[in-house]
C-alpha cells in the first residue's frame, strides 16, 4: 500500500506539470504519513548530506565550461581540425561534425552545448554541400550525444556521486565508448553518404595545412589535456578541474582568440543558474528517498521482483535496458541516474558487472534519450537552431539512434570496451 500511495502521488504530480524535485518531496511525505519508517529529521539529514557533497560542485562548473567553449571560439577552430583530418573522405562534412562533437565533448562535458556549438557551424555547412537538411540536423542532434559520451562527462559525475565510484576510473573507462560510438557513426556516414553521393570537400590532406590549423586550435585542444591529464595524475580532483575549466576557457576566449566578452560571461553564468539550482532540488529530495527506500528494503525487493523474472544476466540487462530507454523519454538526465542508478546497481553487481561499466551503459542510455522525445534535449536545441520539424528530424536520425543502441548493448555485455584501459593502467 505504502508503494502504491508513493508512486501514484509521484506520477500524479508529474502528469499534472509538478517540478520534479517538488514531486519527489512531496511524494515522500505522503509516503512517510501512511508509513512513518523513519521520522523526518533523518530524511532532512539524508537530504542536506545528499548535496554537501564537495565532488558535487564539478556539475555547475563543467556546465558553465561548456557555455563558454560553445561561444569563446574554440568550436570554431575544433571544427577546422576536424576537416583537415576527415573532410575529404566520403561524406566528409558528415564526418567531421562527429570528429568535432568528439572533440568538443573532450571539453565541455555536455551534450545540447555539443549540438549547439558544433551544429550550429556544421549544419549550414553541410546544407550548403547539398545533405539532406534533416539528415544534417538529425546527424549532428545525434553526434551531439558524444558530449556526454566523452570524458569528462557531467553524467559520470553524477552516477559517481551518487553511487560513491571514483570519478576518474568513471573517466578513464569512458574513452573506449565514446570511440566506439564516434567509429560507429561515422560507419553509418559513410555508407548513407555513398548511398546519396555525398563527397567530401575536396581539399585533399596537406600535412602543412593540417599543421597550421593544428596550430591554430593548440589551446582548445591542450584544455582536455589539462583537465583529464590533471585528474589522472591526481593533480586535481575532478571537482577542481572543472574550476580550472572554467578559469582557462574564459582566459583563452577572452584574452587569447579574443571572442568573449564579460558581459556574455555574465549571461553565461545567469542562464546556467536554474538549471543548476534545479539540479541540487532534484539530488536533495532523490537523496532522502533513497535513505527511506533503504529502511524499507525496496532496493531488494526490487532486486527480487527482477530474478523472479529469470536469473539470466542477459535477460535480465534487456530489461535494465527497455526500463532505461522508457525512463529517458520521460526524465531528464540527472533525475534518471539519481532516482533509477542505485536501484538498478545492486542487481547487475550481483551478476558480477563493475560498477564503473555499468556507469557507462547508463550514460550510453541517456545519450540516447537526448533524442527520443518526448523530453530530449538535443533535438529541442536542434529544432530551435534550425526551425525545423522534430519527427522528421528524428525520422532521419533512426539509424545513429539504432548504433547508439547497439554500443550501449556492446558496452554492457563486452567489459573490455570499457574497463579495458582501466585494468591495463
Known amino acids: 500500500m505504502s508503494y502504491v500511495i508513493f508512486f501514484g502521488t509521484m506520477f500524479l504530480m508529474l502528469l499534472i506539470g509538478v517540478p520534479i524535485g517538488i514531486a519527489l518531496a512531496g511524494s515522500m511525505v505522503c509516503l512517510l504519513l501512511v508509513d512513518p519508517v523513519t521520522s523526518m529529521t533523518f530524511v532532512t539529514q539524508a537530504m542536506y548530506t545528499s548535496v554537501g557533497n564537495f565532488t558535487l560542485l564539478a556539475l555547475p ?28 573522405t566520403t561524406g566528409g562534412l558528415g564526418m567531421a561534425a562527429i570528429f568535432a562533437c568528439m572533440l568538443f565533448g573532450a571539453i565541455s562535458g555536455s551534450a545540447p552545448a555539443t549540438v549547439s556549438a558544433i551544429g550550429g557551424i556544421m549544419i549550414p555547412q553541410m546544407i550548403r554541400a547539398g545533405y539532406d537538411k534533416y539528415y544534417a540536423t538529425g546527424l549532428c542532434a545525434v553526434a551531439g550525444g558524444l558530449g556526454v559520451i566523452v570524458p569528462p562527462s557531467y553524467p559520470m559525475v553524477v552516477f559517481g556521486v551518487t ?5 576518474s576510473d568513471l573517466f578513464l573507462a569512458g574513452w573506449g565508448p565514446a570511440i566506439l560510438v564516434g567509429a560507429l557513426l561515422m560507419a553509418v556516414n559513410y555508407l548513407y553518404s555513398k548511398k546519396h553521393g555525398y563527397e567530401g570537400t575536396g581539399q585533399k590532406f596537406n600535412f602543412k595545412y593540417f599543421i597550421k590549423e593544428l596550430w591554430g586550435a593548440k589551446l582548445a585542444l591542450l584544455m582536455p589535456v589539462i583537465i583529464l591529464g590533471g585528474i589522472y595524475s591526481g593533480a586535481f580532483t575532478a ?23 564579460f558581459s556574455e560571461i555574465w549571461d553565461m553564468y545567469k542562464v546556467n543558474i536554474p538549471s543548476i539550482g534545479g539540479m541540487m532540488f532534484v539530488f536533495a529530495p532523490a537523496g532522502g528517498l533513497g535513505a527511506v527506500f533503504s529502511m524499507m528494503g525496496v532496493t531488494k525487493a526490487i532486486q527480487a521482483g527482477f530474478l523472479s523474472v529469470s536469473d539470466n544476466f542477459y535477460v535480465i540487462m534487456i530489461l535494465i535496458f527497455i526500463l532505461l530507454f522508457f525512463v529517458g523519454m520521460f526524465v531528464q538526465t540527472t533525475p534518471a541516474i539519481v532516482i533509477f542508478s542505485p536501484i538498478l546497481l545492486p542487481i547487475v553487481t550481483s551478476f558480477g558487472m563493475d560498477p564503473i561499466q555499468f556507469g557507462l551503459v547508463m550514460t550510453l542510455s541517456l545519450a540516447i534519450a537526448f533524442v527520443t522525445p518526448p523530453v530530449a534535449a538535443n533535438l529541442f536545441v536542434a529544432t530551435s537552431m534550425t526551425g525545423l520539424g522534430m519527427v522528421p528530424i528524428v525520422r532521419n536520425a533512426i539509424p545513429f539512434i539504432v548504433v547508439l543502441f547497439i554500443a550501449m548493448v556492446m558496452v554492457a555485455f563486452i567489459p573490455a570496451i570499457s574497463m579495458g584501459l582501466l585494468a591495463l593502467l
Open 239 to 261: 571537482t577542481e578541474a572543472a574550476v580550472v575549466a572554467v578559469v582557462y576557457g574564459i582566459f583563452v576566449g577572452k584574452f587569447i582568440y579574443k571572442e568573449l566578452s
Open 163 to 167: 553511487n560513491n565510484c571514483s570519478i
Open 61 to 88: 562548473f563543467f556546465m558553465i565550461a561548456g557555455s563558454i567553449m560553445a561561444t569563446g571560439g574554440i568550436s570554431k577552430r575544433l571544427i577546422n581540425v576536424a576537416n583537415c583530418v576527415v573532410g575529404n
